[in-house]
């Protein structure tokens, strides 16, 4: 096993991003074997307990491997913003950093790790009236609606925001009229990057075709493995309260649940909707700066010694 960075440098970050499918866990695990290296999710699913077949999570065999943090640590009738799970990673990397361990950070919700990385901006508390009102429009009207509002008081900022992201859509409302600013000026302001650690970036890119075919078999793989009822145990559980039962996967599940969808139908709509999830997570990672692209899947034994080599680099750079 190679050692930790050493001390009396700035600790070594490394962060792994890329899309659903990619083989991320993989990696993770033989970077941590090889550099005592310990994980930190930023996956804003499965932060959250009792979803787990459709969540991909490491299994208790991989968590085995090697020390993993902010898993399983929500509540399913909980919520987590991105600034709060900014600021429980960052105590968390500066706990593994004091005991000369690498911290690790891997996911796929890109909000979560521009937080972490970037810091957000110090927008205007919540208006749980405001926030209702615009809910009421949403009901009355359509999430379109919202999005023409948010044209009218910040057009940069609803270029950024999905048509049908309702939350995103509610708030950047929110701290226009609450900051009588643009929301696209605001976040230029008051972050607060990470700092005290060299980050090393690396991002899967697989061949195209080859990750949607992972996609498909994996989607189909959770339905296989009881997706399905664990959805069901959940639905009953928590009702709607339950905020990760719109994710992917576990939407498609209520639908057939509810005899929205057949079984099949259920199955490929979930797997077009991780195929486009990955098209958006690719888009996103494409605008993070300084990242090593590795052309391959994380499982593939290349790819692990090409990450390997360059944390290597990384280290030796230090002494």
């Not at 009738?77 to 600021?87: D, I, N, P």
């Not at 615009?134 to 009218?152: F, G, K, N, T, Y």
């Not at 999830?277 to 790819?303: C, N, S």
Request: net charge positive; with cysteine; proline share 5%.
């Amino acid at each position: 096993m190679s050692g930790p960075p050493p001390k009396g440098t700035e600790p070594l970050l490394v962060v792994l991003l890329g899309p659903t499918a990619s083989g991320k866990t993989a990696l993770s695990l033989a970077l941590a074997e090889k550099f005592a290296g310990e994980i930190v999710n930023c996956d804003s699913v499965a932060i959250y307990r009792a979803f787990d077949i459709g969540t991909a999570k490491p299994s208790v065999a991989e968590r085995a491997r090697a020390p993993h943090h902010l898993f399983d640590f929500v509540e399913p009738s909980g919520y987590m913003t991105a600034g709060e799970y900014a600021r429980l990673a960052r105590r968390e990397l500066a706990e593994i950093a004091s005991q000369s361990h690498l911290p690790i950070i891997v996911g796929g919700t890109g909000l979560y790790l521009r937080a972490l990385l970037e810091g957000l901006f110090l927008g205007p508390q919540r208006s749980e009236e405001l926030r209702e009102r615009l809910r009421e429009r949403v009901a009355q009207r359509d999430s379109s609606h919202l999005h023409r509002i948010l044209r009218r008081l910040d057009p940069a900022a609803a270029e950024r925001i999905h048509l049908n992201d309702i939350p995103k859509l509610i708030r950047a409302i929110e701290v226009c009229l609450a900051s009588r600013r643009k929301m696209t000026e605001l976040w230029q302001q008051g972050r607060e990057p990470l700092r005290g650690f060299r980050i090393l970036r690396f991002g899967l890119d697989p061949d195209r075709t080859a990750l949607y075919e992972r996609i498909n078999r994996r989607a189909a793989q959770m339905f296989e493995n009881g997706l399905v009822d664990e959805t069901n145990r959940l639905q009953a559980s928590y009702g709607t309260i339950a905020r990760p039962l719109a994710s992917l996967g576990y939407k498609q599940a209520v639908q057939f649940l509810n005899g929205e969808l057949t079984h099949d139908q259920a199955v490929q709509a979930a797997q077009q909707g991780h195929r486009n999830y990955a098209k958006r997570q690719m888009t996103w990672f494409r605008r993070e700066p300084d990242v090593i692209w590795l052309r391959g899947f994380g499982h593939d034994r290349q790819i692990q010694k090409e990450a390997i080599r360059r944390i290597d680099d990384a280290i030796s750079q230090s002494r």
